[in-house]
């Protein structure tokens, strides 16, 4: 079974860190696009951070300076290292896997970790 699993969110002060973890079981990730995405209740999910297959990243105009994806493919993860946390920045935070090849979408994501900055 694939499939990828977060941890690292908790309660954190305004101005305060965490690190989110992504850990992928049942198939080697090192081929997708990891993403990073929140969502809050009532909206939509949006994307946070990606990271492609070859390191190459982008994030949100409003994480851009604070927030940082990576990965670690030989341990089938992706972090997102959050700094300078905000009260706008509470959500519950999911990680996803995409990839397309040979004309097959393959979409898999976590149950998600709920992040709470507070001021």
């Known amino acids: 079974q694939v499939q990828v699993v977060e941890s690292g969110g908790g309660l954190v002060q305004t101005g305060g860190s965490l690190r989110l973890s992504c850990v992928g079981s049942g198939t080697s990730f090192s081929g997708f696009t990891m993403g990073w995405y929140r969502q809050v209740p009532g909206k939509q999910r949006e994307l946070v951070a990606v990271?492609?297959?070859?390191?190459?990243?982008n994030y949100a105009d409003s994480v851009k300076g604070r927030f940082t994806i990576s990965r670690d493919n030989a341990q089938n993860t992706v972090y997102l290292q959050m700094n300078s946390l905000k009260s706008e920045d509470t959500a519950v935070y999911y990680c996803?896997?995409?990839?397309?090849?040979?004309?097959?979408?393959?979409?898999?994501w976590g149950q998600g970790t709920q992040v709470t900055v507070s001021s």
């Open positions: 996803n896997a995409h990839r397309r090849r040979f004309g097959r979408t393959s979409d898999y």
């Open positions: 990271i492609t297959s070859d390191g190459s990243s």
